[in-house]
């Protein structure tokens, strides 16, 4: 239903969206143990407020969605380890029989967080690790530890194979700077000896590459989201598309409970509403949702957000 009324937008150029959306991502907490530069948390240049979603807001926005919810991604801002229930917010949209996946840097993998996590049912995670090397490792995760982090994910896999227990799958994920650009080759080596189910490869999203962060994206064309113009400064690389589908087919919960339309607005500032306040059916197709997703079709007032996407040219 939602891809015909994505086609059906697009054919009239006028939203049209009843259907709820198919995939969530819920932001169990937006702090962190880490200081990453380009990451607007690690580097304390996010605005919102820190905190953690509570429990039974959690459960109701999953008691409104899951009929429809075919993912959920428990991630958004922040180190979702860090919230004392996020196992148990697994546990509860599992058992509403919805696909989960979240994403970690992984300083949190003791035997007995492990073992919650395997027999939590969780579906997939993604580890962070941009470097194969402490040193190139700590170059973007300022407050990491590369060695804690290949023993946890030892663990996990140990664990996994102990309890006879194929998930969560476990995505090795490495994000491709110009620092690390020459240990692709090794990291996907080092995947298969710690017994990972996959590798993969991420571009980096960099704010100002101009200024001194240190950080760069790399030479490589094919792993770079930007290249150079005539004056020397990065510019961002875009895609053909003209349509964005996630409009029609999943948005983003903050811990306090604002609905965003995609992962690019990371301070929800095109928020639709809080969901403490209205239900998800109203915010989904409030009059804030129909606006946002008719820029797509007006190609005027362009959010920032979207002029940020590297995957829609507006």
Same mark, same amino acid.
């Given at each position: 239903?939602?891809?015909?009324?994505?086609?059906? /937008? =697009?054919?009239?150029?006028?939203?049209?969206?009843?259907?709820?959306?198919?995939?969530?991502?819920?932001?169990?907490?937006?702090? &962190?143990?880490?200081? &990453?530069?380009?990451?607007?948390?690690?580097?304390?240049?996010?605005?919102?407020?820190?905190?953690?979603?509570?429990?039974?807001?959690?459960? +109701?926005? =999953?008691?409104?969605?899951?009929?429809?919810?075919?993912?959920?991604?428990?991630?958004?801002?922040?180190?979702?380890?860090?919230?004392?229930?996020?196992?148990?917010?697994?546990?509860?949209?599992?058992?509403?029989?919805?696909?989960?996946?979240?994403?970690?840097?992984?300083?949190?993998? *003791?035997?007995?967080?492990?073992?919650?996590?395997?027999?939590?049912?969780?579906?997939?995670?993604?580890? *962070?690790?941009?470097?194969?090397?402490?040193?190139?490792? +700590?170059?973007? #995760?300022? @407050?990491?530890?590369?060695? +804690?982090?290949?023993? @946890?994910?030892?663990?996990?896999?140990?664990?996994?194979?102990?309890?006879?227990?194929?998930?969560?799958?476990?995505?090795?994920?490495?994000? %491709?700077?110009?620092?690390?650009?020459?240990? =692709?080759?090794?990291?996907?080596?080092?995947?298969?000896?710690?017994?990972?189910?996959?590798?993969?490869?991420?571009?980096?999203?960099?704010?100002?590459?101009?200024? /001194?962060?240190?950080?760069?994206?790399?030479?490589?064309?094919?792993?770079?989201?930007?290249?150079?113009?005539? /004056?020397?400064?990065?510019?961002?690389?875009?895609? #053909?598309?003209?349509?964005?589908?996630? +409009?029609?087919?999943?948005?983003?919960?903050?811990?306090?409970?604002?609905?965003?339309?995609?992962?690019?607005?990371?301070?929800?500032?095109?928020?639709?509403?809080?969901?403490?306040?209205?239900?998800?059916?109203?915010?989904?197709? /409030?009059?804030?949702?129909?606006?946002?997703?008719?820029?797509?079709?007006?190609?005027?007032? %362009?959010?920032?957000?979207?002029?940020?996407?590297?995957?829609? *040219?507006?």
């Amino acid at each position: 239903m939602l891809f015909l009324q994505f086609y059906i /937008s =697009i054919l009239t150029k006028k939203s049209s969206v009843s259907a709820k959306p198919a995939a969530l991502s819920i932001e169990p907490t937006n702090s &962190c143990n880490l200081h &990453c530069p380009e990451c607007l948390t690690g580097n304390k240049k996010l605005t919102r407020k820190k905190g953690n979603i509570l429990p039974n807001d959690f459960n +109701q926005i =999953i008691d409104q969605s899951y009929r429809e919810l075919c993912y959920l991604l428990l991630y958004f801002q922040g180190e979702p380890f860090l919230h004392p229930q996020f196992v148990d917010f697994i546990r509860y949209a599992k058992s509403k029989g919805i696909f989960v996946a979240s994403s970690t840097n992984g300083h949190f993998f *003791s035997e007995t967080n492990v073992k919650k996590l395997v027999l939590s049912k969780l579906d997939f995670l993604t580890i *962070s690790l941009d470097g194969v090397t402490s040193e190139s490792y +700590q170059k973007y #995760r300022k @407050g990491g530890d590369f060695n +804690q982090v290949i023993s @946890g994910i030892k663990t996990l896999v140990k664990i996994k194979n102990k309890l006879k227990i194929n998930y969560p799958l476990i995505e090795l994920q490495f994000i %491709v700077f110009k620092h690390n650009e020459g240990e =692709i080759k090794r990291f996907k080596e080092l995947g298969k000896e710690l017994g990972v189910d996959r590798t993969s490869i991420k571009s980096a999203q960099i704010y100002n590459a101009e200024q /001194s962060s240190g950080i760069l994206p790399p030479d490589n064309p094919v792993y770079s989201r930007y290249k150079k113009d005539e /004056s020397g400064k990065f510019k961002l690389i875009k895609k #053909r598309g003209k349509y964005c589908l996630r +409009q029609w087919s999943s948005a983003v919960i903050t811990w306090e409970g604002d609905m965003a339309p995609c992962c690019y607005d990371k301070e929800a500032k095109y928020a639709y509403g809080n969901l403490k306040e209205h239900c998800l059916d109203e915010l989904w197709g /409030s009059q804030k949702a129909v606006q946002f997703r008719d820029v797509f079709f007006q190609r005027r007032n %362009v959010p920032e957000i979207c002029k940020e996407c590297p995957e829609i *040219s507006v």
